[in-house]
């Protein structure tokens, strides 16, 4: 007897989920976890002690630990005033950190670090680099730079994704209450004020690099408590203004909002802004990220880089600091001296 159509329906389930069933795992696409050489902090953390024998040390006047962007900045800046003997110790044996890169055969792409932020006056340093890698066209009158437009990220669209739609933005607008409105409102003219507050000595409450900003008071104060707890002191109840909040803790510090001073939650809205009602900075990309950064500063010091070498100790004695290097593979031990 010949299955009627009504019986084939009712048993189309069941042949799709053995279908289903029979098929294969679909492979991972090739790919590689990297920045994980956890072995020899392992090691190091159970009480493996490595000691460099007596002709395994060698004498510089500064060593770097740590290759990311931090270490090899400063790298870049002591080579700028004229000091080269010093060396660079790196864990991986790629430098970049956080701000690595890779290429596939589509082309280069980021591992991490993807963006900076275009400098404002107060920030030289960061703009001599950038003049250094043909990054800045010319300068506006308040002393900050005018980005080459082949690195600006014009309109960097985001998204949320929220009950199964998308909604442009960070911040969610649809069905907000009037109050969510108001608060949001406020909340930006609060930073708005921090973004024109100056101290006495005509210093910004929060400014990139940190070391320019101020220590008044009233800003330090912002670092013993939480942003949450000043959101609240504020009165900033509006969910969407917290989750707003929150989510730039998570993004800049991987904390929350109630792990986070607010000193550092204000300094994420606070900092890129140049004055009160503008919009944060543009942002300069590349698209291998900021490994283009990385790559340009490690070519100012080649002979210095030791990647591949990790800092298993370091120590202070009176001509300066002794330092135990172990190699990626833990197979090599040896010894660095210097005054810094």
Known sequence: MKPSRRDLLAAAPLLVTAGCHSDPAPSLPPGEIIGASDAIGHRLRDGWRPVPVAGAWSEHRVVIVGGGAAGLAAAWRLRRRGVTDFALLELEPVLGGTARGGESAAGPFPWGA???????????????LLREMGAIEAMNADGSPVIAEGVLCRDPQERL???????????????????????LRRFHAEVWKWAGWRDAQGRRA????????????????????????????????????????????????????????????????????????????????????????IRHLADTAKEQLQPGWAAADVRPTERGVEVVAVSHDGSRVRGLRAGR
């Open 161 to 183: 994704f929220f009950r199964g739609r998308w909604y442009d933005g960070l911040y969610l607008h649809a069905g907000e209450s009037p109050d969510d409105t108001a608060q």
């Open 114 to 128: 993807h963006y900076v932020p275009a400098p404002l006056a107060g920030n030289p340093l960061l703009v001599e």
């Open 206 to 293: 929060f400014a990139i690099p940190v070391a320019t900003g101020s220590d008044d008071a009233a800003v330090v104060a912002l670092d013993r408590l939480s942003f949450a707890d000043w959101l609240g002191a504020n009165g900033f109840t509006s969910s969407r203004v917290r989750w707003l909040a929150d989510y730039a803790c998570r993004d800049d510090y991987g904390m929350t909002a109630e792990q986070t001073s607010a000193w550092a939650g204000l300094f994420y809205f606070a900092s890129r802004v140049k004055a009160p009602g503008a919009e944060a900075q543009p942002l300069m990309t590349w698209p291998e990220g900021n490994a283009q950064l």
